[in-house]
Structures are given as C-alpha cells and as structure tokens.
C-alpha cells in the first residue's frame, strides 16, 4: 500500500538511515526526515504516470479509521531520585523537583521525550538526550534546596540551563543583581529566588514585567513584584489581581522623611463592593431571661 509499506519501510531506512545520520537531538532528526518524505511524495515508482504522494492520497480515505482510544508508545519505568534531585535512564541523567528525593516514581519513556508523573499527573517534560552521561536540569526543581543554600546557586547547572534556554533573562540578572547590593549576597539571592518562585503560578513575561516596574521604582522586594505582575497581568488580559481594601478608619502611616515623593506612587483601592445598609430592626428584648433562671432543674434541692 503505497510508501507505508514494511519493504518501503526498509528502502527508506537502507537509503536515507545507513549510515546513521549525525544531528545534535531528535528534532533535528525528525526535521530532516520530514524533508527527505516530501521529497519522497514526488518519487515515481516503476516509471509510474503518478506518484508516490498522488497514489497515497488515493489510498488515505480507503485506510481503518484510527483506534478511539490514544495507544500509549512510552516504556513505563519506575527510577529512583538521586539525592541531586535526578534520575538515570539509559545512562542520562534527568532533573525532578526535589519534594521527590529518595522516592521511586513513575516515568514514561517515549523516543522523543520523557515524562515524569506524580500519580497520574505529569509533573514535567523532558526533551529525551539522544547521547550517554547527558544531564537535562530544571532550575525550578532546585528552587526549595538552594533557598537554604542560596550560595549555590551562582554555579548550578540548573541556572546555566535556564540562561541558555533565556528563561534566566537579562532583567533577572538586574534584579539579582541589585537585591544583592541592597541586601548582601545570602538576602538578595533568597530574594531572586522567592521572584523565581513566581514563574509557577504567573506567566513569565508578567513576572519579568513586574521585576522592571520594582527596579524602576528602587526596590527589590519580592511582594511588590508579585503585585506588579499580577497588575501586568491583568493588563494584558489576564485575571485581575485580588486586592484587599483598607478599612476606612485606618491610621495613616507616615513614611521615612527622607523618602523621595516625587517618585512614589499612591494607589487607591477602591471598595470591593458597596457598604451594607443600616440594620433597622429592633434590638431583641432580654425580659424573659430572669424566667429561664428561676427554673430549677428536676431532682434539685
């Protein structure tokens, strides 16, 4: 049946596949072949009027429809997290999140990808290493160990992975940068990493925006960057923040008298819903309480 055929199978692989082609992953891979299958649609078989592509979309419509239930093509297997929060399969090594140190979990090994459950949830995607002795690390899944060892993290392979993947931006490095001169090397790296934090609930480019809005204001406070992304957020048309309105008699605090008003910006927040009415009904009567009193109980002297 056309090209999908085991012995069209087997040319494919004798003439595109022998020797095995050198490409740096498997998208590579798989972009390479998807070419050699277009150019593969415009063979002619056998001097045959009409080609390979021409006589599959012939054939396509009289094909089985395909199962109705998804055919799982990964190879479960049940490794166990090292104490650098990995894992080892087919001799590479795969970041988890550290809460499953020491634990036997569930993985799906697939020829592209691996997939790491927690249950039947699938807590992260790796992109499968194609080598031996590779390593893949997240630096999400280091974030609860290095907020006790925040030296640590200037030299990790995780941050290295996330500048090269440039979800470590330029603004992180700012921001770190300053949180470190404001608050000392330990206080400001605890400081990044609690922003770090914010990337699990906020899209990434809330949080970045809301790092820029903090530096441009002279702060490095992790708080004011979850409110300005959640404004930035919001903004962009996402959910809107939750703020919580003073109540009305609130003192008023005054700032430091050196504080720069020129650049400090006052937010009202307005009431999240009008004021209850006056309660008008009567206060209830307290008369018949003295009776209840009185009354003894059966048996009492």
Known sequence: MGHDSPAADRRFRRS?????????????LNLRIEQIEAAEDTRHIDNRPTSVGFDFEYEAP???????????????????VDKTSRITVRLNKY?????FIGENIRISLRADEIWVFDRHEIVVRHERLAGRYGFR????????ILRHKPGALENSTGLAAARESGMFTPVHDAFWAAARESRGRAEGTRAL??????????PHEAVVAGMN????????????VAIEARKALAAAGGPPP???APPADAPVIAGPADQ????????SLPARRPALPPDTRPEPSLAAYGQLLSIQPKGSA
């Open 260 to 267: 720069d008003t020129e650049s400090a910006r006052v937010i």
């Open 95 to 99: 970041s988890v999140p550290a809460r």
């Open 213 to 224: 809005a903090v530096l441009e204001a002279g702060s490095v406070s992790p708080d004011l």
């Open 242 to 244: 939750v703020v919580i």
């Open 62 to 80: 009289l094909l089985a429809p395909l199962p109705y239930e998804d055919f799982d093509v990964g190879l479960t297997l049940t490794p166990k």
């Open 16 to 28: 595109h596949l022998v020797p095995v082609p050198e490409v740096d992953n498997l998208a590579d």
């Open 193 to 202: 990493i609690e922003v770090l934090l914010l990337h699990r609930r906020m």
């Open 137 to 144: 690390d997240l630096l999400d899944h280091y974030l609860e």
